[in-house]
């Protein structure tokens, strides 16, 4: 396996930066969709690439009324892996889940 490129201090500073807002814009989604402030339609919906890099797992659980047992189970009958992402979904499984929970 390749080792990664060294970085200077800089960088490295800069995408532990990077890496923190992402970070926060995601808790912030999810933060949305547990107040109701967002609907799964608009987050399904949006061009935001921190949308597109949440785990929907991790989407469906930030719905009210969703937790683990249910998101990882809707996710069995619908067809949706463990690992997926948002941006990973195609047009039948988005469909499946608005059905579903929207």
């Not at 390749?2 to 500073?13: D, I, S, Y």
């Amino acid at each position: 396996m390749a080792t990664p490129p060294q970085l200077t201090p800089e960088q490295r500073a800069a995408a532990l930066v990077k890496a923190a807002e992402a970070r926060a814009a995601r808790a912030e989604i999810k933060a949305r969709l547990k107040m109701g402030s967002m609907s799964l339609r608009e987050a399904l919906e949006s061009d935001d690439v921190n949308v597109g890099k949440l785990k929907v797992v991790s989407l469906m659980q930030s719905l009210p009324g969703v937790g683990k047992v249910k998101a990882r189970r809707l996710m069995e009958e619908i067809g949706i892996a463990d690992n997926r992402r948002v941006q990973g979904l195609g047009a039948q499984q988005r469909k499946a889940l608005l059905e579903t929970l929207g």
